[in-house]
């Protein structure tokens, strides 16, 4: 079972560069979202999608696109990157249950 | 509003030490409270989740009830391992809405 995959593992950015961020998963659940984790500042959430077709803004949306064409994939956009998005990003659906099914994060440095 | 926040680390223990990380929460209505571990290099897993007062969820040696009337959630543990050296979070699912509120995290270090 892949789970929740996501790539590319390792990234780095020039001020201004523009990335997709690709996140996928077959577990076939409706809520998929993403994370940036920060030192001292846990995990925060910057984008979720409750189905295809829906997405809203989390608590730092500010620099980042999404869109949610179907079920498995979420990807997340950097536009015009800057250095205070260098972070590690994590992808995450969740099961009816609630729990959250988190990928293995992507290290982004931004320069 | 709905917030999370557990204690600072870095916590260093040998092995076969008890296990205690606190973790106390603000929120609305009756949250789902979930404790999360992450390996080095790796996503964030499920440890265990406790849905209302006094649950206690359970996992691999790990326990946290849900106390309403202290709006704690802490992880203890009776013997920790080597095995166990990792970062810990403490999360909370409101009942309404569709986010997730994670504290900081907790870094153990289990030495033998």
């Known amino acids: 079972n892949a789970g929740v995959t996501q790539t590319p593992k390792f990234q780095v950015l020039k001020t201004g560069q523009s990335m997709t961020l690709q996140c996928a998963q077959d577990?076939?659940?409706?809520?998929m979202s993403w994370y940036r984790q920060d030192p001292g500042m846990g995990l925060r959430l910057i984008h979720y999608?409750?189905?295809?077709?829906?997405?809203d803004q989390g608590e730092v949306p500010n620099g980042y696109n999404v869109s949610r064409s179907t079920t498995e994939d979420f990807p997340l956009r950097l536009l015009s990157a800057a250095p205070s998005q260098t972070s590690v990003y994590f992808c995450?659906?969740?099961?009816?249950?609630?729990?959250?099914?988190f990928g293995s994060g992507t290290q982004l440095s931004v320069l | 509003g709905n917030s999370v926040t557990q204690m600072e680390g870095p916590v260093t223990l040998s092995e076969e030490a008890f296990l205690t990380i606190n973790c106390t929460y603000t929120?609305?209505?009756?949250?789902?409270l979930f404790w999360y571990v992450q390996y080095p290099g790796e996503g964030l897993q499920l440890l265990l989740k406790?849905?209302?007062?006094?649950d206690k969820g359970s996992n691999k040696g790990f326990e946290a009830t849900y106390r309403k009337e202290t709006t704690s959630f802490h992880l203890e543990k009776g013997s920790v391992q080597v095995s166990d050296s990792a970062v810990y979070f403490c999360?909370?699912?409101?009942?309404?809405?569709?986010?997730?509120?994670f504290g900081t995290g907790t870094s153990l270090t289990v030495i033998p």
């Open positions: 999360a909370l699912s409101p009942n309404t809405g569709n986010q997730f509120y």
């Open positions: 995450a659906s969740r099961s009816p249950n609630e729990k959250l099914f």
């Open positions: 406790a849905t209302k007062a006094d």
């Open positions: 577990m076939n659940h409706e809520y």
């Open positions: 999608s409750v189905g295809a077709g829906i997405t």
């Open positions: 929120a609305t209505g009756y949250p789902s």
